[in-house]
């Protein structure tokens, strides 16, 4: 489902820091995954996550990683805050599980004095930042299991 066009973009990089979670040692036994036999490998995960961070540093940006708090799923933050250009969402995920990590993200991005910050408040609007696309020109958003109509109603009303 497509809201807005965005005028054609002409610069690549708009963003100078990427911000991201640690690995929370529950994440093998904690993390909500669609297919439960599916195993996490904690020492592969942080392994792979370190080189996320090393290649995002590699281009230039500055990495803030927060901590997990004790939250499993934490390390997917796309699904808790969409930022397009100077504007943020902190959604309302749609696992409930997950709405303790929103208070951290919150604050942290309030604290930047950088961005236009917009937060779902109503727990019946749920939307994962997974499930929401831009192109750089338009706004793609699935529903699912985690994304509702209203959800995606809160983000057409802040893009």
């Known amino acids: 489902m497509m809201f807005k066009t965005f005028p054609r973009v002409q610069k690549l990089r708009w963003y100078s820091t990427a911000l991201m979670r640690e690995i929370d040692p529950s994440l093998d036994v904690g993390a909500l995954r669609k297919i439960e036999s599916n195993k996490v490998d904690v020492s592969i995960a942080r392994k792979q996550h370190d080189q996320l961070r ?40 749609g696992a409930k599980s997950r709405r303790g990590e929103i208070e951290a993200v919150n604050t942290y ?49 802040c893009f």
């Open 54 to 93: 090393s290649a995002l540093q590699n281009i230039g940006l500055n990495v803030v990683t927060l901590p997990s708090k004790g939250f499993a799923d934490s390390v997917f933050i796309e699904d808790i805050c969409i930022i397009i250009k100077n504007t943020a969402l902190i959604t309302c995920p």
């Open 109 to 157: 991005m309030r604290g930047l004095h950088a961005f236009t910050i917009h937060n779902v408040v109503e727990p019946d609007a749920t939307i994962d930042g997974g499930d929401v696309l831009f192109t750089g020109t338009e706004i793609f958003v699935g529903i699912s299991e985690r994304t509702n109509k209203k959800g995606i109603q809160k983000l057409s009303e």
